[in-house]
């Protein structure tokens, strides 16, 4: 949030409301649209850190202008005023100076987009990313196949069943964590390491419940094994810097860093479905 | 009627708007992953296109026949000579034993080295062997082979070692002489004495190298060449074999550790 | 019985047609059956059949034969799901006439019902098209299908005769029954209509979700293949859908005729039909959402990959294109209403809240429509740190979805009970306690719903699916209770003036037709997404499409393929509008020579 253009904007706001109150500004309901119009573009563009996409600030003007245009259409004499401002504007002799301004104006404008489309030095091209792209069914890890949808983490169950042995998987986890990972995850898995700057994508934050937490430990062991290089096509263009696990840690060693993650960051995995 | 007419451009557009909301959002189009298994109706054309990305990729062949005046005969003209290598032996016959079995027939004024095809790292499967067959017939000669194609090696390749996973034994346990020989080191080194083959002798390479030098040359092969070799063998044929996929820092301390300690005749 | 007949005809024909191409596969019955043996003998990776020679597929020349079949389904789909919804709404409607003695809503059932016949037809051409089709270009996996589920194509057949005869006897004999018995008929006519339903999404669930076969596809049992994963949540999902998308349709033809009405009684009554029709399509629309997630959960049940296919990975678009669909379906919704209280005397008072209930639908709407990872360019994402934005990011998750869509749900509710009390005065002894309970309960369980979606960030997933739960019941609880208190508040309430029926503007019309177009091109789409899910295969993880059509196109492709079959849709349907505005049509008589032959008075008379 930037404090200093919000307060501007809601002050500009108050300012136009108290100044129709009182009726030294006559504004109609037109002139209300195009207000509210520009300061909740305004509001986006300037008042949120770090800024939004161009794309995502489009699609909420989009459905800003939709709203406003059922507002202006929803109270007939709202639309009329609305339509007798319009016509007025043109026929009106009075307003021919603007009238013509706006006509030089339109064409300007539409030819100075094109213009500045087109001299634009190359970009490359707008890029999405899968967050999560979808696992395979089954993976090879060092010739033992794991199934992803029905193995389970076959240490999860002795967090009931046995507290002590499970403390202990839960220590050697935490020793792989600040072996191998803390280095881009960071002390605190927030994704911070200390390499974490060199990397785009950055690395995951595990403490972000729409991370680990959404996801079954079957995926991470996915991720963990596989790593940047074993990520399917549609997470591309930029791959992860994740290494591939699966040739430094042994099958146990990534599910105790697997339970670590969980306990370090208090979070319970995505339970397997229990299906009907 | 106006009304209708009207109601109609009305339909139109809000289809269009959904169709143009349709195009906003991010394009990409998702194939299905390309099939791994080799189908059993493939044309000629299709084996010999097959066999020919084996050959140039993981079966990592060209690395040492590819060379003119190189280690291993040159395959440009197999498919004429193929024949009448073996009195009494089959072009196929002989072509599916120098791919399994290679060692057993060695061409006058060559020696030895070349891996099985069909066992770890190159791991090919009967199917795509029977392409490489296809492949090397038409190198001069033209194919007989087809899917159904069986010969005296049907059946040895196990059913899908291919697909580029290389089963590779738990690597970590691997001592160095069993690295070098698990990455094909032996197909272009000696390591039992002086002497010069596609690569340098390892024989005395810790005399010459330190540890770290060994450690760039492994990882970088082109970065320092030893004066007269080519550049680019070496790093085409470790990729062939997965080495760079596959090799551990443990394998990789390891094999350097081994690689200096190889002074000469100790 | 003339008129009737070419119905009856064509009806016959397709059912015949339909019989042939059935028998057609079951004299094949052994080819078949073999055929699905060879399929259990190829290892998993699926590799086409080798089977001496049998054609896999055949290519349909220019749009091709994914397009083709694609289209045709879908307009089946889109006339199936009309003829089984619009008996449902006519039957309670027609109970209402009948409970009530008024005669008016007997009337507007028998409207809806004179929609039915030719679409019925319509529905049973696009059927024996579908099957033709799919037999001839996929032959393949028809043979399979048909093995599958063998005998569940009979009882499929047999309903299809029993609705035409209970479509027919329902509409016919209108008011020449009794009306319990008409009513029996109605009644008839609903079972069977979603029993060949059921059916029908066996076939298709399958594919998504297959059970009852072993890893390599052969049959183990049709029941269980019935019975698949996603068999019943398809069928709960699909039966509300269609009322929803009738009702749409059916506003729509009140929409249609009101704006060609020439009377003031004409438009009174179409007035008061797009009402209805507009109401059952919001009514049925207001649960979707739920009956959705719940689809998507046994999808993800089924299958993690199939589940993070659909919101996270090739498909997580398509779910902002309808999050735009679904968030113009309530503007359009608030809208009407709106629009429509103008011609209520009385509810000036409520245009204040107007602005309130359209900001709250604005920013749910946005909500909704939030991707979790944006479009950005390399230097946006670099400020944002990568694709999540760090606040933005937070309503990109399903958290915040559910909270959205509760909201827009209750914003949807307010509005309707603001219309509804347009023009009435409370006179109740208690009116000003029983609105401050009505006001309690809604503050609470907006606060409730709100307080859930902000703390399903701090608890685990299985939690956090938990909470939409809460979150439903709440809101089912708050729109039960504050009707049920609305009865009492308003009985004998005082009137401030009447419903002028007839005086709406055309412009609240006009959102009748959107709403219709916006259902239409959804269930487009969703119909798209569901089939697009098993990507390149035929039977997901068990016959893989090797044609050249295997590949997921890109979602404007797809936008594009929808919109042309939503227009067909729409011509096909004018069809059906024309057809039955015909039997209120003037008899044709021989027009006077002096007359104007060219009936130009006529036409500068509309």
Same mark, same amino acid.
Not at chain 1, 270 to 275: G, H, I, V
Not at chain 2, 42 to 47: G, I, K, P, S, Y
Not at chain 3, 216 to 235: K, Y
């Given at each position: 949030m930037n404090i200093v253009p919000v307060a501007i904007i809601v002050l500009v706001m108050v300012a136009f409301s108290q100044l129709s109150k009182r009726n030294i500004l006559r504004l109609n309901v037109v002139a209300w649209m195009v207000i509210w119009w520009l300061a909740i573009y305004f509001a986006l563009s300037y008042g949120i850190n770090p800024p939004l996409p161009a794309s995502i600030i489009g699609m909420f003007m989009f459905i800003v202008s939709l709203a406003l245009a059922a507002y202006l259409t929803t109270s007939t004499d709202d639309m009329e005023a609305a339509k007798s401002a319009f016509v007025n504007f043109i026929i009106n002799p009075r307003y021919a100076l603007p009238l013509i301004l706006v006509m030089i104006g339109l064409p300007v404008v539409s030819a100075y987009n094109v213009y500045s489309d087109m001299t634009q030095p190359p970009q490359p091209p707008l890029s999405t990313r899968t967050i999560h792209p979808p696992p395979p069914p089954s993976i090879t890890f060092k010739g033992k196949t794991i199934d992803l949808i029905e193995d389970e983490n076959p240490y999860r169950a002795l967090k009931t069943d046995n507290p002590a042995e499970f403390a202990k998987h839960v220590e050697n986890g935490r020793r792989v964590y600040f072996q191998n990972c803390v280095y881009c995850h960071g002390d605190n898995m927030a994704g911070r390491g200390i390499f974490a700057h060199g990397f785009d994508p950055i690395p995951a934050n595990f403490r972000d419940p729409t991370t680990i937490a959404m996801l079954q430990e079957t995926y991470l062991f996915w991720r963990i094994a596989k790593g940047g290089p074993g990520l399917p096509a549609e997470a591309t263009p930029w791959l992860s810097a994740m290494p591939a696990w699966e040739k430094f840690l042994s099958e146990e060693e990534i599910w105790d860093v697997i339970i670590f993650m969980y306990e370090f960051t208090n979070q319970e995995p995505r339970a397997k479905e229990e299906l009907h | 009627m106006k009304n209708a007419l009207t109601i109609f451009i009305f339909t139109i557009l809000t289809t269009l708007f959904y169709w143009y909301v349709g195009q906003q959002v991010p394009q990409k189009v998702t194939?299905?992953? %390309?099939?791994?298994?080799?189908?059993?109706?493939?044309?000629?054309?299709?084996?010999?296109?097959?066999?020919?990305?084996?050959?140039?990729? %993981?079966?990592?062949?060209?690395?040492?026949?590819?060379?003119?005046?190189?280690?291993?005969?040159?395959?440009?003209?197999?498919?004429?000579? *193929? *024949?009448?290598?073996?009195?009494?032996?089959?072009?196929?016959?002989?072509l599916a034993e120098s791919l399994y079995d290679p060692n057993k027939f060695i061409v006058d004024g060559y020696l030895p080295g070349m891996p099985q095809a069909h066992k770890a790292p190159i791991s090919l499967n009967d199917k795509e062997i029977l392409c490489v067959i296809a492949y090397l017939q038409n190198q001069g000669g033209s194919p007989t082979v087809s899917m159904q194609t069986s010969h005296s090696f049907t059946g040895t390749a196990p059913e899908d070692a291919g697909g580029g996973q290389v089963a590779a034994a738990p690597a970590s346990n691997l001592d160095g002489p069993a690295i070098v020989e698990t990455y094909l080191c032996l197909t272009c080194h000696k390591v039992d004495g002086p002497g010069d083959m596609v690569g340098p002798s390892l024989y005395d390479v810790g005399n010459r190298m330190d540890k770290a030098a060994l450690y760039e040359s492994l990882l970088d092969p082109d970065a320092t060449l030893t004066e007269g070799y080519a550049g680019g063998v070496m790093k085409a044929t470790l990729d062939g074999v997965g080495f760079y996929d596959k090799v551990s820092s443990k394998e990789m301390k390891t094999l350097v550790d081994y690689l200096a300690s190889m002074k000469g005749g100790n | 019985m003339k008129k009737k007949l070419p119905f009856y005809l064509i009806a016959t024909v397709v059912v015949v047609l339909m019989l042939i191409a059935l028998n057609h596969l079951w004299t094949n019955w052994d080819a078949a059956r073999e055929l699905s043996n060879a399929l259990a003998e190829k290892d998993a990776a699926g590799a086409p059949m080798d089977d001496g020679g049998t054609l896999e597929y055949r290519e349909f020349p220019v749009i091709g034969s994914r397009v083709l079949v694609w289209m045709i389904a879908e307009l089946h789909l889109m006339f199936a799901a009309f003829v089984l919804a619009v008996p449902m709404f006519a039957v309670i409607i027609e109970f209402i006439g009948y409970y009530t003695g008024d005669k008016r809503y007997d009337d507007l059932a028998y409207e809806f019902t004179k929609l039915l016949s030719t679409s019925f037809s319509f529905t049973a051409t696009l059927g024996a098209m579908l099957t033709f089709a799919l037999i001839i270009l996929y032959p393949r996996l028809m043979g399979y299908l048909v093995n599958i589920f063998s005998w569940t194509f009979l009882p499929y057949v047999l309903l299809f005769f029993a609705e035409a005869g209970f479509l027919y006897s329902y509409y016919y004999g209108w008011g020449k029954f009794s009306p319990k018995v008409h009513l029996a008929l109605g009644i008839g006519l609903n079972i069977v209509g979603t029993g060949i339903m059921f059916i029908a999404n066996a076939w298709l669930t399958f594919m998504n979700s297959p059970a009852g076969v072993t890893e390599t596809g052969a049959l183990i049992s049709t029941w269980d293949a019935i019975n698949n994963f996603t068999w019943m949540p398809i069928n709960i999902h699909r039966l509300i859908a269609n009322v929803a998308f009738g009702g749409s349709i059916a506003a729509a033809y009140g929409a249609f005729k009101f704006l060609g009405a020439k009377t003031d009684e004409e438009r009174a009554h179409y007035d008061w039909m797009g009402y209805i029709g507009n109401f059952i399509a919001i009514i049925a629309f207001l649960p979707l959402p739920f009956a959705g997630y719940w689809l998507g959960k046994e999808i993800y049940a089924y299958s993690q990959t199939l589940g993070i296919v659909m919101m996270g990975g090739t498909f997580s678009w398509l779910f902002i294109i309808q999050a735009v669909l679904i968030g113009n379906l309530f503007l359009g919704a608030n809208y009407y209403l709106w629009v429509s209280m103008e011609r209520i005397e009385g509810a000036e008072r409520y245009r204040k809240a107007i602005k309130w209930l359209l900001a709250s639908i604005t920013i749910c709407f946005i909500v909704w429509a939030t991707p979790h990872s944006l479009v950005a360019s390399i230097e946006e994402a670099r400020k944002m740190g990568g694709a999540h934005h760090p606040i933005l990011g937070v309503l990109g998750v399903m958290s915040a979805k559910n909270t959205a869509v509760n909201v827009l749900i209750l914003t949807t509710y307010l509005s309707f009970l603001l219309y509804r009390r347009g023009n009435k005065e409370a006179t109740h002894p208690r009116a000003s306690l029983l609105k401050n309970i009505q006001f309690g309960i809604f503050s609470v369980v907006t606060i409730f719903v709100i307080v859930l979606g902000v703390a399903g960030y701090f608890v685990d997933a299985t939690t956090r699916i938990g909470f939409s739960v809460p979150q439903v019941l709440s809101v089912l609880f708050a729109m039960i209770s504050i009707a049920a208190i609305d009865v009492f508040l308003f009985r004998n309430a005082k009137s401030k003036g009447e419903i002028k029926w007839g005086q709406i503007k055309a412009r609240a019309q006009y959102a009748l037709f959107f709403l219709a177009i916006t259902f239409t091109w959804l269930m487009g789409l969703m119909g798209y997404v569901r089939a697009g899910l098993r990507q390149h295969y035929h039977v997901y993880g068990i016959m893989e499409d090797t044609s050249a059509h295997a590949f997921t196109p890109t979602l404007g492709f797809a936008a594009g393929v929808v919109s042309v079959t939503v227009l067909i849709f729409f011509a096909l349907i004018a069809i059906v509008f024309w057809l039955s505005s015909l039997s209120t049509k003037k008899k044709w008589e021989p027009k006077d020579a002096s007359d104007d032959v060219y009936g130009l008075a006529e036409e500068a008379r509309s």
């Amino acid at each position: 949030m930037n404090i200093v253009p919000v307060a501007i904007i809601v002050l500009v706001m108050v300012a136009f409301s108290q100044l129709s109150k009182r009726n030294i500004l006559r504004l109609n309901v037109v002139a209300w649209m195009v207000i509210w119009w520009l300061a909740i573009y305004f509001a986006l563009s300037y008042g949120i850190n770090p800024p939004l996409p161009a794309s995502i600030i489009g699609m909420f003007m989009f459905i800003v202008s939709l709203a406003l245009a059922a507002y202006l259409t929803t109270s007939t004499d709202d639309m009329e005023a609305a339509k007798s401002a319009f016509v007025n504007f043109i026929i009106n002799p009075r307003y021919a100076l603007p009238l013509i301004l706006v006509m030089i104006g339109l064409p300007v404008v539409s030819a100075y987009n094109v213009y500045s489309d087109m001299t634009q030095p190359p970009q490359p091209p707008l890029s999405t990313r899968t967050i999560h792209p979808p696992p395979p069914p089954s993976i090879t890890f060092k010739g033992k196949t794991i199934d992803l949808i029905e193995d389970e983490n076959p240490y999860r169950a002795l967090k009931t069943d046995n507290p002590a042995e499970f403390a202990k998987h839960v220590e050697n986890g935490r020793r792989v964590y600040f072996q191998n990972c803390v280095y881009c995850h960071g002390d605190n898995m927030a994704g911070r390491g200390i390499f974490a700057h060199g990397f785009d994508p950055i690395p995951a934050n595990f403490r972000d419940p729409t991370t680990i937490a959404m996801l079954q430990e079957t995926y991470l062991f996915w991720r963990i094994a596989k790593g940047g290089p074993g990520l399917p096509a549609e997470a591309t263009p930029w791959l992860s810097a994740m290494p591939a696990w699966e040739k430094f840690l042994s099958e146990e060693e990534i599910w105790d860093v697997i339970i670590f993650m969980y306990e370090f960051t208090n979070q319970e995995p995505r339970a397997k479905e229990e299906l009907h | 009627m106006k009304n209708a007419l009207t109601i109609f451009i009305f339909t139109i557009l809000t289809t269009l708007f959904y169709w143009y909301v349709g195009q906003q959002v991010p394009q990409k189009v998702t194939y299905p992953p %390309k099939k791994l298994e080799l189908r059993d109706d493939l044309t000629t054309d299709e084996m010999i296109e097959i066999g020919a990305e084996i050959v140039n990729g %993981k079966g990592t062949c060209q690395s040492c026949h590819g060379l003119p005046g190189g280690r291993f005969p040159s395959l440009d003209n197999v498919g004429a000579i *193929a *024949a009448s290598r073996i009195e009494g032996m089959s072009e196929v016959e002989y072509l599916a034993e120098s791919l399994y079995d290679p060692n057993k027939f060695i061409v006058d004024g060559y020696l030895p080295g070349m891996p099985q095809a069909h066992k770890a790292p190159i791991s090919l499967n009967d199917k795509e062997i029977l392409c490489v067959i296809a492949y090397l017939q038409n190198q001069g000669g033209s194919p007989t082979v087809s899917m159904q194609t069986s010969h005296s090696f049907t059946g040895t390749a196990p059913e899908d070692a291919g697909g580029g996973q290389v089963a590779a034994a738990p690597a970590s346990n691997l001592d160095g002489p069993a690295i070098v020989e698990t990455y094909l080191c032996l197909t272009c080194h000696k390591v039992d004495g002086p002497g010069d083959m596609v690569g340098p002798s390892l024989y005395d390479v810790g005399n010459r190298m330190d540890k770290a030098a060994l450690y760039e040359s492994l990882l970088d092969p082109d970065a320092t060449l030893t004066e007269g070799y080519a550049g680019g063998v070496m790093k085409a044929t470790l990729d062939g074999v997965g080495f760079y996929d596959k090799v551990s820092s443990k394998e990789m301390k390891t094999l350097v550790d081994y690689l200096a300690s190889m002074k000469g005749g100790n | 019985m003339k008129k009737k007949l070419p119905f009856y005809l064509i009806a016959t024909v397709v059912v015949v047609l339909m019989l042939i191409a059935l028998n057609h596969l079951w004299t094949n019955w052994d080819a078949a059956r073999e055929l699905s043996n060879a399929l259990a003998e190829k290892d998993a990776a699926g590799a086409p059949m080798d089977d001496g020679g049998t054609l896999e597929y055949r290519e349909f020349p220019v749009i091709g034969s994914r397009v083709l079949v694609w289209m045709i389904a879908e307009l089946h789909l889109m006339f199936a799901a009309f003829v089984l919804a619009v008996p449902m709404f006519a039957v309670i409607i027609e109970f209402i006439g009948y409970y009530t003695g008024d005669k008016r809503y007997d009337d507007l059932a028998y409207e809806f019902t004179k929609l039915l016949s030719t679409s019925f037809s319509f529905t049973a051409t696009l059927g024996a098209m579908l099957t033709f089709a799919l037999i001839i270009l996929y032959p393949r996996l028809m043979g399979y299908l048909v093995n599958i589920f063998s005998w569940t194509f009979l009882p499929y057949v047999l309903l299809f005769f029993a609705e035409a005869g209970f479509l027919y006897s329902y509409y016919y004999g209108w008011g020449k029954f009794s009306p319990k018995v008409h009513l029996a008929l109605g009644i008839g006519l609903n079972i069977v209509g979603t029993g060949i339903m059921f059916i029908a999404n066996a076939w298709l669930t399958f594919m998504n979700s297959p059970a009852g076969v072993t890893e390599t596809g052969a049959l183990i049992s049709t029941w269980d293949a019935i019975n698949n994963f996603t068999w019943m949540p398809i069928n709960i999902h699909r039966l509300i859908a269609n009322v929803a998308f009738g009702g749409s349709i059916a506003a729509a033809y009140g929409a249609f005729k009101f704006l060609g009405a020439k009377t003031d009684e004409e438009r009174a009554h179409y007035d008061w039909m797009g009402y209805i029709g507009n109401f059952i399509a919001i009514i049925a629309f207001l649960p979707l959402p739920f009956a959705g997630y719940w689809l998507g959960k046994e999808i993800y049940a089924y299958s993690q990959t199939l589940g993070i296919v659909m919101m996270g990975g090739t498909f997580s678009w398509l779910f902002i294109i309808q999050a735009v669909l679904i968030g113009n379906l309530f503007l359009g919704a608030n809208y009407y209403l709106w629009v429509s209280m103008e011609r209520i005397e009385g509810a000036e008072r409520y245009r204040k809240a107007i602005k309130w209930l359209l900001a709250s639908i604005t920013i749910c709407f946005i909500v909704w429509a939030t991707p979790h990872s944006l479009v950005a360019s390399i230097e946006e994402a670099r400020k944002m740190g990568g694709a999540h934005h760090p606040i933005l990011g937070v309503l990109g998750v399903m958290s915040a979805k559910n909270t959205a869509v509760n909201v827009l749900i209750l914003t949807t509710y307010l509005s309707f009970l603001l219309y509804r009390r347009g023009n009435k005065e409370a006179t109740h002894p208690r009116a000003s306690l029983l609105k401050n309970i009505q006001f309690g309960i809604f503050s609470v369980v907006t606060i409730f719903v709100i307080v859930l979606g902000v703390a399903g960030y701090f608890v685990d997933a299985t939690t956090r699916i938990g909470f939409s739960v809460p979150q439903v019941l709440s809101v089912l609880f708050a729109m039960i209770s504050i009707a049920a208190i609305d009865v009492f508040l308003f009985r004998n309430a005082k009137s401030k003036g009447e419903i002028k029926w007839g005086q709406i503007k055309a412009r609240a019309q006009y959102a009748l037709f959107f709403l219709a177009i916006t259902f239409t091109w959804l269930m487009g789409l969703m119909g798209y997404v569901r089939a697009g899910l098993r990507q390149h295969y035929h039977v997901y993880g068990i016959m893989e499409d090797t044609s050249a059509h295997a590949f997921t196109p890109t979602l404007g492709f797809a936008a594009g393929v929808v919109s042309v079959t939503v227009l067909i849709f729409f011509a096909l349907i004018a069809i059906v509008f024309w057809l039955s505005s015909l039997s209120t049509k003037k008899k044709w008589e021989p027009k006077d020579a002096s007359d104007d032959v060219y009936g130009l008075a006529e036409e500068a008379r509309s």
